[in-house]
């Protein structure tokens, strides 16, 4: 039962204001899992998870969580939320101020106000749509489609999304009121010819989601400019003109 400071019990010393503030002790989490995803740095990632709706993922699960009966029923729910790592982030002092990208990058607001990847413990949140469970040369994968995490990535614990309660239709989401708007992409006859002839014409589609919701860094829009980016084990360059993303050449990533 709860106590007061100062408040006795039978043989021992009162209470303390110490006593009653919560533990701070450090916890130590594991991964569950290993995502692998086409997104080879930061800036190819969209800014936020379920914008690149149909571009698929899968977790490779560790041991010893890679037992089918760890998933046993996941497949009735429809979406599931990650909680991940920021594993990229270097820099683990508090930060109070960020600047979210969607405000151009030069406005701050309060860490606990953003989902920024800045901020105490590195963690994340991701709802995604459910691939399924499978598995592949002995290893266990759960597929998902939507995810937001650069490949290598740590899951540090997956849960089924419940419409009910996590939906809130009616929510106010102060700076991110809108979706961020989507360009038109286009390859040029070089870029898809070089796409083929590498046999990864499959992920056109992907590719032109991906691309669409411009991965541009938000203080890097210069006219002009070629931009690259990397998916997968590929190298994209492309330009941006009058909402216009042109594709303008494929190439085998050196790593």
Do not use: C
Not at 96 to 109: I, M, Q, S, W, Y
């Amino acid at each position: 039962r709860l106590m007061r400071p100062g408040q006795r019990t039978q043989g021992k010393r009162p209470m303390t204001e110490a006593d009653a503030e919560p533990s701070r002790e450090e916890a130590v989490i594991s991964p569950v899992g290993i995502i692998e995803s086409p997104y080879r740095e930061k800036f190819s990632v969209p800014r936020q998870s379920g914008l690149a709706s149909n571009v698929s993922s899968r977790i490779r699960i560790l041991h010893p969580y890679d037992t089918e009966d760890a998933f046993r029923g996941i497949g009735e729910f429809s979406h599931l939320w990650l909680i991940f790592g920021f594993s990229l982030i270097e820099d683990h002092s508090f930060r109070p101020l960020v600047r979210p990208p969607r405000l151009g990058g030069n406005t701050k607001v309060g860490v606990f106000s953003s989902r920024s990847p800045f901020r105490p413990n590195s963690l994340g949140l991701s709802s995604v749509r459910n691939g399924g469970v499978l598995r592949e040369n002995g290893k266990l994968y759960l597929k998902v489609f939507g995810a937001d995490l650069v490949t290598g990535t740590p899951v540090y614990d997956i849960k089924p999304y419940i419409r009910f309660s996590d939906s809130h239709p009616d929510a106010v989401s102060g700076f991110a009121r809108e979706e961020p708007q989507r360009l038109q992409v286009a390859f040029t006859g070089e870029a898809l010819s070089e796409l083929e002839s590498l046999g990864r014409g499959a992920i056109r589609a992907e590719a032109e989601e991906i691309l669409s919701y411009d991965p541009r860094p938000a203080y890097q829009h210069e006219s002009g400019r070629i931009y690259g980016v990397r998916l997968w084990d590929l190298n994209f360059r492309y330009t941006i003109e009058n909402g216009l993303v042109s594709v303008t050449s494929v190439e085998k990533s050196p790593d």
